[in-house]
């Protein structure tokens, strides 16, 4: 389908475009125009985390909102532009990201999503950016109707974005199939996390359980999600009361906000769970949560892939998912946890219920999620990927195929 990275690592140059000297370290912009924090946003986290600040220096563009939340994740050497970027007609806002990046000299645009591509893609190659890419994390559930449905824009867009990422196969097939997007521009890289934050040995915090009002025995679900009609919590809900007739004991717990969050409690008070359900809001230490948990829970409608799938089997817990688009590249059924269709309370309270019955089951499924994870989802490999494919961008564009490697030599390299 798509192409997959290799792990090797090449400099590359050439001509600049744009004109004048290209210089490492090579200026990248990431800009996002989503205000909220979610899987998106982590994603970008750990790559201005992780990029090696030798050969790139990471740049940061999003909305007011989403750089106050991210202030104190994002490393203090990159350069946010806090600006409200959303469609061509805001002109002021367009305007100044093009300033951003000719006074910046960026060299490579890095959008993430399809609505933040299509408004800063076209201004990018009208400054001359070298290299533009664009990240397609989900399916658009959104894109409905005659125009939106034809992916006709999405099309006339592409003219502007040298290569695409996705972060799964079934979203690549998506790109491929549905938007009918060039194959050979589009590359899978996987979402990763720090696998040293997450792992089996991790103890949940003393008097968690117990400020939460749970019993020392009794069994804890864990969902790690934001409370919107993707992650489908109502679903899963509906067959809490069905697996509580087997386990009356069982507890859930559903970390994260979002704008669902007075219904879905008004939804655990006509159901008659409230002694099982803790809503405890967005949080950060999710080892911690983990920790805490049995094995995970993800009911959503869809996903590209789910950064808490990755995180949930590094701590060596399984899960149990919905079969949706990219979670059954992580969540294998049957080995690393249980998949169900989609907005099926039925099936979903049986796949929990068959964990719970089985602890030497979860455990086998933690061993193996565990492993998986190790050997191709760390932040470090997400990192790398992008990073070959930076420079694999930068070589294709500048028509040059080896430059001195600033690793060798410190003096900073001209492309010509």
Not at 181 to 193: M, S, W
Request: with cysteine.
């Amino acid at each position: 389908m798509a192409e997959e990275p290799s792990g090797a690592s090449s400099s590359s140059a050439g001509s600049d475009p744009a004109g004048g000297t290209v210089r490492w370290p090579v200026p990248v912009l990431h800009f996002s125009n989503v205000p909220v924090r979610a899987g998106v946003e982590e994603h970008i986290l750990r790559l201005l985390q992780g990029l090696d600040r030798k050969h790139f220096k990471p740049l940061f563009a999003c909305p007011p909102e989403l750089a106050r939340v991210l202030s104190r994740d994002v490393p203090p050497d990159v350069e946010v532009f806090p600006l409200f970027l959303e469609s061509p007609k805001h002109g002021g806002a367009a305007r100044q990201f093009a300033r951003i990046l000719r006074q910046r000299q960026v060299r490579i645009l890095h959008s993430h999503q399809f609505r933040a591509g299509l408004v800063a893609s076209p201004i990018g190659r009208w400054c001359r950016v070298p290299v533009i890419i664009e990240t397609a994390h989900v399916r658009e559930t959104w894109r409905k109707g005659w125009l939106k449905g034809s992916y006709a824009v999405d099309r006339l867009a592409d003219r502007f974005i040298d290569r695409y990422i996705a972060v799964s196969h079934a979203i690549a097939r998506y790109l491929v199939e549905e938007k009918r997007l060039p194959e050979k521009k589009i590359t899978v890289i996987h979402n990763g996390c720090d696998l040293e934050r997450f792992n089996p040995g991790h103890v949940a915090p003393a008097g968690l359980r117990s400020s939460l009002g749970f019993g020392e025995a009794d069994p804890v679900l864990v969902v790690l999600a934001r409370l919107e009609p993707q992650k489908g919590h109502r679903f899963l809900l509906e067959a809490l009361p069905v697996v509580r007739s087997e386990f009356p004991h069982v507890r859930l717990v559903c970390a994260g906000e979002g704008e669902l969050r007075s219904e879905l409690e008004c939804q655990v008070r006509s159901l008659g769970v409230e002694e099982s359900v803790r809503f405890v809001g967005f949080q950060s230490h999710t080892e911690d949560w983990l920790a805490l948990a049995e094995f995970t829970v993800l009911p959503s409608l869809y996903e590209g892939l789910p950064v808490v799938a990755v995180e949930s089997l590094a701590a060596g817990k399984p899960m149990v998912a919905t079969a949706v688009d990219g979670t059954p590249e992580i969540v294998l059924d049957g080995k690393t946890g249980l998949t169900v269709p989609a907005a099926d309370p039925r099936r979903l309270a049986e796949a929990i219920c068959r964990l719970l019955r089985d602890p030497q089951l979860r455990l086998q499924m933690g061993r193996t999620g565990r492993e998986r994870v190790l050997a191709g989802f760390s932040h470090q490999q997400q990192v790398q990927r992008t990073e070959d494919l930076y420079r694999r961008g930068l070589e294709q564009r500048l028509n040059k195929k080896a430059i001195q490697d600033p690793q060798r030599e410190d003096r900073p390299e001209r492309l010509h």
